[in-house]
């Protein structure tokens, strides 16, 4: 029996093997870095606006505001804007804070952050008990370029195959 292939198999044939997997992985990493470069600078931006992701920061304590002379929540000596960073890992990418990055006293900035994204209750040893609000500045920009992002992905793998 004879087979015969009807339509443009060598054209299909030619263009899966140019774009899989090599260039999928190509156009995923460049996808991923735009997000993650874009996401970046807009949790910069929110922590300087002290509204990340359009969420306004709970105001400081007065107290807090004596000690550090400002009332701008998460920026005292600039230590946690500038940890915030990216790392690209084949097409996906982390935005955060790195474990390993420390500031001038030697904390980790991985710890602060989730201090300030999540809040904490410390019990000093004198018996004070300070209270420390949540003032998420990651989770809410990710959420508000969460269709950003996913139209980043979706151009990008439609021009692939455009």
């Keep these: 029996m004879k087979v015969s292939k009807y339509w443009q198999w060598k054209k299909v044939d030619r263009v899966l093997r140019n774009c899989l ?6 156009v995923l990493k460049k996808a991923a870095t735009k ?3 874009l996401l970046v600078r807009e949790i910069k931006k929110g922590i300087k606006s002290q509204a990340p992701g359009g969420q306004k920061f709970q105001p400081l304590a007065e107290v807090t505001i004596e000690r550090k002379g400002s009332s701008k929540a998460l920026i005292d000596t600039g230590f946690l804007i500038s940890a915030i960073t990216q790392k ?3 097409d996906k990418a982390f935005v955060g804070l790195l474990r390993g990055t420390r500031n001038k006293d030697g904390d980790e900035m991985v710890n602060i952050g989730a201090i300030m994204e999540f809040g904490a209750t410390v019990q000093m040893p004198s018996g004070v008990t ?3 609000p949540p003032r998420p500045f990651l989770h809410p920009v990710m959420e508000q370029y969460k269709d950003e992002i996913k139209q980043i992905f979706g151009e ?4 692939l195959f455009g």
């Design 35 to 37: 997000c993650a470069l």
């Design 21 to 26: 997997p090599a260039n999928v992985e190509k």
């Design 130 to 132: 300070i209270v420390i």
């Design 156 to 159: 990008a793998l439609l021009d």
């Design 88 to 90: 690209i890992m084949g």
